[in-house]
């Protein structure tokens, strides 16, 4: 896979997951609202999909390091991996119950990070446990804090 999407993949897949996982474990604590929690899905799934393709594109853009080409390889790459990954997230909130829902996905998130992040640090020879556990730990956090956010929204608000 060519630099610029492996580039683009990488962000699109991290960003989609710990994303989405935050925005939904935090709309379903605040809401309980299955509703809330689709529309959230599919916000994240365009516009923060396009947000993220938007920073990637300025970000390869200022390394002046890279071909127009690349710049725009990294751009597509990273807005359909997280347009895609994040519309996954869609699929048990629309057939389980949102309390079930929001567990599969928090399992389907955190494998498919572990998954990913095994392939990264096989292929920069690393100590797979290590890398795993380091992007786990950081999606945890985030879900977490989201769980408590959405806690005290719907208490305070």
Known sequence: MKESIRTGFSFGLTSGIITTLGLLVGLHAGTHSKLAVVGGILTIAIADAF???LGIHVSEEAEMRHTPLEVWESTFATFFTKFLFALTFLLPVLLLPLPRAVAVSIVWGLVALSIF???????????????????LLAAVIVVIISHFVGDYISVHF
């Not at 095994?118 to 380091?134: D, L, Q, R």
């Open 51 to 53: 947000s993220d393709a």
């Open 117 to 135: 992040s095994y392939h990264i640090a096989v292929k920069n020879e690393e100590s797979p446990w290590k890398v795993v556990g380091e992007h």
